[in-house]
């Protein structure tokens, strides 16, 4: 289990939060109109024990929301009132954060990182990582812009190849990172491998083997809006959607079989909102419009793809919209490519793999869109810690080297196997 940590994330009452809410928006500047009324931190957050595919897609589906599942323990943010329904199923809800555990008078921040967890990169650091890339290593790298969020932010892209300023015929591989705002471990998992693939070019034989032979992709920072309000106030908010007027789930929002299965929300106050319509959210359209831009002489040249997030330490996979293996475009040989590469990849960084309907199931996620419509080997990792409440969002920064080269050896697998 993750040790306690000093800084905590406040899991206001809906009392507590309606005093706040006032001190809090005027000191961010970032105001939401609507769903503003239930982040998760103002949730109560339980541990229910021995649950299962069917019954964490039922959690879900009363809006409540699986934070991570270990061995079968989930937890859980919820209401009382989606608490109490939950138990009126037969299911045990242990609650295990009740109440503020944050002074009040805690003075807020800047969109930054709190002193002791200044490891963590904040958005403008993210864009002075990618500079400093771009300038260390100019032959190798090429930044672009996917677009911008709902509040103006570019969205970088950044390209690592030999002779990056040239569209080559290497296959493609693209890394995701940070869709959810409170994510933040997933942020530097993007930032990682840019280092990890620019400083080793020249010296590490596999590195520059991948770098000559392959069209590296990184998007930092899916969610720019949404990871900058999450630690822009007096303690971490617990954010996971963008920064809409109405805050959306991002990865709902995807457009392959859209809200087909009851595996998000069209409530939009609650955290797996997945917006009004399929694209709806300028991140996730700018993301789709990069995407659909490596579609070159008729041919998606994107071959494979990991989207980051945390937590529960998983290898994921499509489908998850549906628990069945195989469905329309997901045949039995495919299905078992996928299950292999995720099995293996598992065996190199000790997480658990598995298809991502048996997490839970999600309409509306990337993974379902690029597999279904592009053809893009695509996973989900959920990264460091394997299980826990909130705090399981907000790891120190001490752990961020060890979590993130712990997925060196997979990521060279999948730049490897992106040429199969
Ligand atoms: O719910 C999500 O979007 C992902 N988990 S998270 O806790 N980071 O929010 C999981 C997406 C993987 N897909 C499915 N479980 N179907
Ligand atoms: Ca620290
Ligand atoms: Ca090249
Ligand atoms: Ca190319
Ligand atoms: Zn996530």
Redesign the pocket.
């Known amino acids: 289990m993750y040790p306690l940590r000093r800084r905590t994330v406040t899991a206001l009452s809906v009392t507590t939060l309606l005093f706040v809410l006032p001190v809090t928006q005027s000191a961010t500047a970032d105001p939401v109109t609507a769903g503003e009324a239930e982040p998760d931190s103002a949730r109560a957050v339980y541990r229910v024990p021995e649950t299962d595919p069917a019954s964490r897609t039922a959690v879900n589906r009363t809006g409540a929301l699986v934070?991570s599942v270990d061995e079968g323990t989930a937890f859980v943010t919820a209401t009382p009132e989606q608490a109490e329904r939950l138990r009126s199923r037969g299911m045990t809800l242990h609650r295990v954060a009740d109440g503020p555990t944050q002074s009040q008078s805690a003075p807020a921040r800047p969109a930054e990182f709190p002193p002791e967890d200044s490891g963590y990169h904040t958005y403008s650091e993210t864009l002075a990582e990618i500079e400093e890339a771009a300038t260390d290593h100019p032959g190798i790298v090429d930044s672009t812009s996917a677009g911008s969020s709902a509040r103006g932010r570019d969205i970088p892209v950044v390209k690592i190849s030999d002779r990056a300023d040239v569209d080559e015929a290497e296959p493609e591989v693209l890394f995701t990172c940070n869709q959810?705002a409170r994510?933040h471990l997933t942020a530097e998992m993007c930032l990682h491998i840019l280092r990890r693939y620019t400083d080793g070019y020249g010296s590490n034989p596999g590195i520059t083997e991948a770098v000559d032979n392959r069209e590296i992709w990184i998007i930092p920072m899916v969610n720019p809006d949404g990871a900058t309000y999450d630690v822009a106030g007096a303690d971490y908010r617990g954010w996971r959607r963008n920064r809409q007027s109405t805050p959306v789930d991002l990865?709902r929002n995807w457009g392959y079989r859209w809200g087909c299965c009851g595996?998000s929300s069209g409530d939009p106050s609650q955290p797996t909102y997945r917006g009004p319509a399929p694209f709806s959210a300028p991140e996730i359209a700018s993301v789709r419009d990069f995407v659909e831009s490596r579609v070159v002489g008729g041919r998606q040249r994107i071959t494979a793809h990991i989207d980051f997030?945390?937590f529960s330490e998983l290898v994921?996979w499509p489908y998850?919209y549906t628990t069945a293996d195989t469905a329309p475009g997901m045949t039995r040989e495919q299905y078992r490519r996928f299950a292999e590469l995720g099995n293996a990849m598992a065996d190199t960084n000790g997480y658990t793999p598995m298809q991502?309907?048996d997490?839970?199931?999600?309409d509306g996620?990337v993974?379902d869109w690029m597999w279904a419509e592009h053809g893009i080997l695509s996973f989900?990792f959920?990264m460091y810690p394997s299980g826990g409440g909130l705090d399981g969002f907000y790891p120190p920064d001490e752990v961020i080297q060890r979590e993130t080269s712990r997925n060196d050896e997979a990521v060279a697998m999948l730049l490897d196997e992106a040429g199969n």
Do not use: P
Not at 359 to 362: F, I, N, P, R, S
């Open positions: 934070l959810h994510e990865n595996g997030h945390s994921l998850g991502s309907s997490l839970y199931v999600t996620s993974n989900t959920e």
